[in-house]
Every structure is written in structure tokens, then in C-alpha cells.
């Protein structure tokens, strides 16, 4: 009987125990709890890959380039259709052909190969010590940052190794994830203000080569103008038709070399190294002729003590203004050069 009663009281005593435990376990979790999660895992995640077959045609009068590439988009739900739903962003026309559907590994696979023409806004302030970035933006034209996202698949990505810039040498390839923001909703009553495409942005950064030869071919027009101006120091200021003609022949020289240059490089908001180049070369050619006055003026005295000046004048207007002339072109060259 005994034993029946330590029995009892055990059992009792373990249901109560148990009891007790459940209710506090439902007493703490009577809050919900919330799970966040962050956008890549609530959106439908697509990988974009890029194979550079070439860039071709830079145009900097016409501020494009074009490109031949192999585009393709991994993603998992097979109800994603991008068909028709992508697009070159920053284009100026484009098309698409050779159009691919496949599954690799559990994945949807969607490719094509694209060829486009690339509007881009060259910087030419250091031309020609230029780098320059082509970039080629991949963007949904459908689904927009609350449907999808767009990832870009760097470890698959590359350029043809066959594919040889002539004029250029490729200093890095990289591809980057960006949100394009349009100040419309393009008409959808949904959403109110902005709205914002997901994008892939491919991007290759190139330098100039045979900057230094370019350059010295630019500048051999400006570099004789002035050399023909300065040699007026060398004549009798009383010879003043070939004194101030030769000043004369040399502007328009240097004016004749600035048209050619503006035919190959498009003008720009700010001054470029070419245009320091030129426009410092017209204020040396109108101190020469300034100087020439000046010596004439002392040599048309008659006084031997003024020619003597007028002969200093001319001597040392020659040395300065060819040291301060040369010295101001390597200083806007190196300058550009080290930008």
C-alpha cells in the first residue's frame, strides 16, 4: 500500500511539473515571431554574364562606340520569362539574335548574342594621355527592384583573348550591379514619385597607346607658328614688313592647326590640354609682335644709345619668351600626362 501511495504522489508531482513548463512555454511564445529576410531572398535573383567579343568603332565626333557581345541570365523559376524584357540601356540601337532556352545544374538559362551601338560622352580634356571607360548597361525593361534583381556573374564573365585593341590598351574588365532611377512611373498607378529598373553595368577601362606621337603630330603646327614668329627677333625692326608679316603667317598658322584639331576632337565645356596649348601660343604670338613695337620704337630714335636698347630688346625677348613658351608646354603635357 505503501508503495502504491510513493507511486502515486511521483506521478502526480511529474504531471504537474510538466504542465507547468508547457504553460510557461506558451506564455513565451504567445508574441509571433518575425523572420527577416533581406530583398535578394524575397526577389527573384537572375545572374547576368557578359563574353566581350569587341568594341569596335569609338567615335569621338560622334561621342559612340560599339560593341559585339554574348549576353546570358541564370535564374530558378522557370515562370520568369525575360524574352523581350531585356534591354541595352544606354544604346543608341541594338539588336539581338541567336536567341538560346536551357537548364544547367537546376537553373533557367536564357542567352543571346547582342550587337550595339554605345552612346558615350568621351573625356578629351587629356587627349591624348586619355583613359577612357566604355561601359554597356544591361537593364530589365520589364520587371523593376520590387520583382527581380540583377546580379552579375563576374566569375564567368570575360573578353575573347583573340580580341585586340589597336589603339588601346585594356587596363581592367569589371561588372557591377546598379539601380537605374527614372523620375516617372511610366504611367503605373501602383507606385507614386520614382522608379527604379535593376541594371548590370559592364565595364572595360582602357588607355591611349602612342600618346606621345599623336601628340607631337598635333603640335607640330603650333610649335612652327611660334618658332616662325620668334625668328622676327633676328630682323632689323626698320624691315617692318617681313618683321610683322612673319607674326602675321604665324597666327594664322596656329589658327589653321586649331580647325584641324576641332575636326578630330569635339569641343569641350572645359579647356582641354590641346586648347591651353593653343591659346597659349596666340597670347605669346601678340606679346611678340607687342615686343616688336616696342623695339622699333627705340630703333626709329635715331639715338645709338636706343638702338643699343632696341638690339637688348630684341635678344632678350627671344630667350624669355622661348623659355616661358616651351616651359608652359611641358608643364600642361606633364600635367595632362600625370591626371
Known amino acids: 500500500m505503501a508503495k502504491k501511495f510513493i507511486l502515486f504522489t511521483l506521478s502526480f508531482w511529474f504531471i ?21 529576410r533581406s530583398d535578394e531572398e ?27 557581345l554574348w549576353l546570358w ?7 520568369l520569362d525575360l524574352n523581350g524584357k531585356i534591354e541595352i ?45 566604355l561601359d554597356v548597361v544591361v ?36 561588372m557591377q550591379k546598379i539601380n537605374r532611377i527614372y523620375n516617372s512611373t511610366f504611367g503605373d498607378l501602383e507606385i507614386s514619385g520614382n522608379s527604379v529598373y535593376p541594371a548590370v553595368k559592364i565595364g572595360l577601362q582602357i588607355k591611349r597607346k602612342g600618346s606621345w606621337l599623336m601628340l607631337f603630330k598635333l603640335i607640330t603646327g603650333v610649335i612652327i607658328a611660334f618658332l616662325i614668329s620668334s ?18 603667317g604665324g597666327l594664322f598658322a596656329a589658327v589653321g592647326n586649331k580647325y584641324i584639331i576641332e575636326g578630330i576632337i569635339p569641343a569641350s565645356s ?3 590640354l590641346l586648347d591651353n596649348i593653343h591659346n597659349t601660343t596666340f597670347v605669346f604670338i601678340f606679346l611678340i609682335i607687342v615686343l616688336s613695337i616696342i623695339s622699333l620704337r627705340f630703333r626709329e630714335s635715331g639715338e645709338e644709345k636706343k638702338e643699343n636698347i632696341s638690339k637688348k630688346v630684341d635678344k632678350w625677348s627671344f630667350i624669355l619668351t622661348s623659355i616661358a ?15
Request: aromatic residues 16%.
Open 231 to 248: 625668328s622676327v627677333f633676328f630682323i632689323n625692326p626698320m624691315n617692318t614688313d617681313p618683321r610683322f608679316g612673319l607674326c602675321v
Open 73 to 79: 541570365f541564370q535564374y530558378r523559376r522557370k515562370e
Open 16 to 36: 504537474t511539473f510538466q504542465s507547468e513548463s508547457y504553460a510557461q512555454s506558451i506564455e513565451e511564445i504567445d508574441e509571433p515571431m518575425i523572420i527577416e
Open 325 to 339: 613658351f616651351y616651359s608652359l608646354m611641358l608643364l600642361f603635357i606633364f600635367r595632362a600626362y600625370n591626371a
Open 89 to 133: 540601356a544606354n544604346s543608341k540601337e541594338y539588336s539581338i539574335n541567336n536567341l538560346s532556352l536551357d537548364k544547367t545544374k537546376g537553373l533557367e538559362w536564357f542567352g543571346f548574342r547582342c550587337r550595339a551601338e554605345i552612346m558615350k560622352d568621351w573625356n578629351v580634356q587629356n587627349f591624348p594621355f586619355d583613359r577612357q571607360e
Open 42 to 68: 524575397v526577389l527573384d535573383t537572375v545572374y547576368v554574364g557578359a563574353f566581350i567579343n569587341s568594341f569596335y568603332d569609338l567615335d569621338i565626333v560622334s561621342k559612340s562606340f560599339k560593341t559585339d
Open 270 to 272: 572645359s579647356n582641354t
Open 139 to 174: 537593364e530589365s525593361q520589364e520587371f523593376d527592384t520590387s520583382a527581380i534583381i540583377l546580379l552579375p556573374d563576374i566569375k564567368n564573365s570575360s573578353i575573347d583573348n583573340q580580341f585586340k585593341f589597336t589603339d588601346w590598351t585594356i587596363n581592367s574588365f569589371q
